[in-house]
């Protein structure tokens, strides 16, 4: 299907699981992950408010630029310097994102 890409998430045991994500439907990555039922706390919901979706990306895709709240929550829960740290929830779901490699980061743990 044209509308679906395909997302590469390691986790936090470091199984790497490829995921699909509908490109039609307004999700973020935190989202598609969620869908795809592998563990991400995200505790508010993407609002960029808690830095528990945090990942690192691992491939060389062209991103949205950093916002100013995500930098700021990045900033604040001491991840902004991690190289690819970003916040899965702030980043949309489109063509661009294909073949995206992420690994979740331990502030994504649901556990904790
Ligand atoms: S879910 Fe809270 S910052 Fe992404």
């Not at 936090?12 to 307004?26: F, K, V, Y």
């Not at 990555?29 to 505790?43: D, F, G, R, S, Y």
């Amino acid at each position: 299907m044209d509308d679906l890409i395909t997302l590469y998430v390691t986790d936090l045991s470091g199984t790497r699981h490829e995921i699909q994500a509908p490109t039609d439907m307004g999700l973020n990555v935190m989202e598609a992950i969620k869908a795809n039922a592998l563990p991400v706390k995200a505790t508010c919901g993407g609002m960029a408010m808690c830095a528990t979706c945090n990942i690192i990306i691992k491939s060389s895709h062209d991103l949205p630029e950093l916002s100013e709240s995500e930098e700021g929550m990045l900033d604040e829960a001491f991840v902004l310097d991690i190289e690819g740290s970003r916040l899965s929830c702030q980043i949309p779901v489109t063509r661009d994102i294909d073949g995206l490699e992420l690994k979740m980061a331990p502030l994504s743990n649901p556990e904790d």
